[in-house]
């Protein structure tokens, strides 16, 4: 059985979807952000911050590259885990990746916490910048796209089983 890899922008609903898919499928749940925070003791935008972005994507790699799951596991990574190829080549190693998509109008209205949620970007960048310039890595690394405009998470996650019925088994 093929893991679940959600990739996709920060308030997309990759981690809640990936626990309730976990829950549906019976398959574990692995949150690549909570590795990152374990392993450094330290919350993701206290990194970015103190740090530096280059720091925090070499945290992030790290993290990944530390999953072993290698079936049956839901894995919601970070918004930014496409900057890493290492990384990306790692997870859909035993994994079939999932982009959820939705509008950046969408990701404004969600994100009420730009400043303290860990979101690897650079000051000055606004979510438009920081989407355009991942669109590109979610699509190269996406198996599959789901559209999540205007979906409920439970919507979304019985679109997802719908996929991994047929191509992850």
């Known amino acids: 059985m093929k893991n679940i890899v ?7 609903g990759k981690s809640t979807i990936g626990v309730l898919l ?11 952000d909570l590795i990152i925070q374990q392993d450094t003791g330290r919350l993701l935008q206290d990194i970015i911050d103190s740090d530096g972005l280059d720091a925090f994507c070499i945290a992030e790699e790290r993290a990944i590259c530390s999953v072993s799951a290698e079936g049956g596991a839901v894995i919601a990574t970070g918004g930014s885990a496409v900057y890493s190829r290492e990384a990306m080549l ?3 190693k035993h994994g079939v990746a999932y982009y959820l998509s ?3 109008e969408e990701l404004n209205a969600r994100l009420k916490n730009i400043k303290t949620r860990g979101i ?7 979510i438009e910048d920081v989407f355009k310039r991942r669109m590109e890595l979610y ?7 789901v559209d999540c405009h205007g979906k409920t998470a439970e919507d979304t996650v019985e679109e997802i089983c719908g996929y991994h019925n047929l191509t992850g088994k």
């Open 22 to 32: 976990a829950k549906t499928l019976g398959f574990s749940f692995i949150d690549t």
């Open 120 to 126: 690897a970007k650079r000051p000055e960048d606004t």
């Open 139 to 145: 699509n190269e690394y996406a198996d599959i796209t």
């Open 90 to 92: 790692h997870l859909k």
């Open 102 to 104: 939705i509008p950046t």
């Open 6 to 12: 959600l990739i996709g922008m920060p308030a997309v």
